[in-house]
């Protein structure tokens, strides 16, 4: 079922000066990417700030993206959105571009019932062919995935395989997997978290680490399923200090100030995000240096 196993990179979107997308820095970033080893490319998710994109713009990043990586490793779009009908329309946009996979965050600010995301998951299931992830991040959207749903739908609806899980509950991550038996995959959605979702059955992350430390991710992933696992583990325990500096403010605001730091020269932030306060920029200044990223 698995669109891949590893460590898929949520990109940012790189920005002009004003305020245009970047596709030659993007291109840059996707070669970058895949001659680092990450597994698969996840464009237009939260990192890649796709909550300001028109959906103009949001279907041409997601053909760029298809077109330039062809094939060399899995693309997945991320088409999610709070009006379903919009949902529909980008995965179908998505599908046509040529990706891998979507990956279709709950409805935002709608706060769906249980019921409800059912029927919004079946909707846009039920417009493509393609493999669907289901993003549960109920710190950003208010809506939680219950376990329950999540099963339901991986058994009832056939291209729906696999949930990214960013809740921070590992207890309700290993009812998920319990009750799944097998039937839906999981990717960790937090990269503090890689290890100990993979040891309950995970796949892999799809992470805003391995926007600066892609071989590192893909690492910790790639010991993990060698057999390795005091290694990975030791790798999950080095990236903490930077994990937790990536995430001091809102994501993606602290992930491209970093790429800016080394150097990579993605652009600016859309508003209503902003540059990073001082005390959290010193202190991912630190996490960088410590992690051999910047000197």
Same mark, same amino acid.
């Given at each position: 079922?698995?669109?891949?196993?590893g460590?898929?990179?949520?990109?940012?979107?790189?920005?002009?000066?004003?305020?245009?997308?970047?596709?030659?820095?993007?291109?840059e970033?996707?070669?970058?990417?895949?001659?680092?080893?990450?597994?698969?490319?996840?464009?237009?998710?939260?990192?890649? /700030?796709?909550?300001?994109?028109?959906?103009?713009?949001?279907?041409?990043?997601i053909?760029?993206?298809?077109?330039?990586v062809? +094939?060399?490793?899995?693309? !997945?779009a991320?088409?999610?959105?709070?009006?379903?009908?919009?949902?529909?329309?980008?995965?179908?946009?998505a599908?046509?571009?040529?990706?891998?996979?979507?990956?279709?965050?709950?409805?935002?600010?709608? +706060?769906?019932?249980?019921?409800?995301?059912?029927?919004?998951?079946?909707?846009? *299931?039920?417009?493509?062919d393609?493999?669907?992830?289901?993003y549960?991040?109920?710190?950003?959207?208010?809506?939680n995935?219950?376990?329950?749903?999540? !099963? +339901?739908?991986?058994?009832?609806?056939?291209?729906? !395989?696999?949930?990214?899980?960013?809740?921070?509950?590992?207890?309700?991550?290993?009812?998920?997997?319990?009750?799944?038996?097998?039937?839906?995959?999981?990717?960790?959605?937090?990269d503090?978290?890689?290890?100990?979702?993979?040891?309950?059955?995970?796949?892999?992350?799809?992470?805003?680490?391995?926007?600066?430390?892609?071989?590192?991710?893909?690492?910790?992933?790639?010991?993990?399923?060698?057999?390795?696992?005091?290694?990975?583990?030791?790798?999950?325990?080095?990236?903490?200090?930077?994990?937790?500096?990536?995430?001091?403010? !809102?994501?993606?605001?602290?992930? +491209?100030?970093?790429?800016?730091?080394?150097?990579? /020269?993605?652009?600016?932030?859309?508003?209503?995000?902003? /540059?990073?306060?001082?005390?959290?920029?010193?202190k991912?200044k630190? *996490?960088?240096?410590?992690?051999?990223?910047?000197?």
């Open positions: 079922m698995s669109i891949f196993t460590a898929g990179v949520a990109i940012v979107t790189p920005m002009k000066a004003n305020g245009e997308i970047n596709y030659d820095k993007l291109a970033l996707l070669d970058y990417q895949i001659n680092n080893s990450t597994d698969a490319i996840v464009i237009c998710g939260t990192t890649g /700030e796709s909550a300001t994109m028109t959906e103009k713009e949001h279907i041409e990043a053909r760029f993206t298809a077109d330039y062809k +094939k060399r490793v899995p693309v !997945v991320g088409t999610g959105s709070n009006c379903t009908k919009t949902a529909v329309e980008l995965s179908k946009e599908q046509a571009a040529g990706v891998d996979g979507c990956l279709v965050v709950t409805p935002y600010y709608n +706060k769906a019932t249980q019921k409800g995301l059912i029927e919004h998951y079946t909707a846009v *299931a039920r417009s493509i393609l493999p669907i992830i289901m549960n991040v109920p710190s950003r959207t208010g809506c995935i219950q376990p329950e749903t999540a !099963v +339901k739908l991986a058994r009832e609806v056939d291209n729906i !395989v696999a949930i990214k899980a960013a809740t921070g509950n590992l207890s309700q991550e290993s009812k998920t997997m319990m009750l799944a038996e097998g039937c839906l995959d999981m990717y960790s959605g937090e503090g978290l890689i290890v100990p979702l993979m040891s309950i059955g995970a796949k892999g992350v799809i992470s805003v680490l391995s926007n600066v430390a892609p071989k590192q991710t893909h690492d910790i992933c790639a010991e993990f399923f060698a057999g390795n696992i005091e290694k990975s583990r030791q790798l999950q325990f080095e990236a903490l200090e930077l994990v937790d500096a990536l995430f001091s403010e !809102v994501n993606p605001i602290p992930v +491209k100030t970093a790429l800016n730091l080394m150097g990579m /020269e993605v652009g600016p932030l859309r508003m209503p995000l902003c /540059e990073m306060e001082e005390a959290n920029l010193n991912l630190t *996490a960088l240096k410590n992690y051999g990223l910047i000197k």
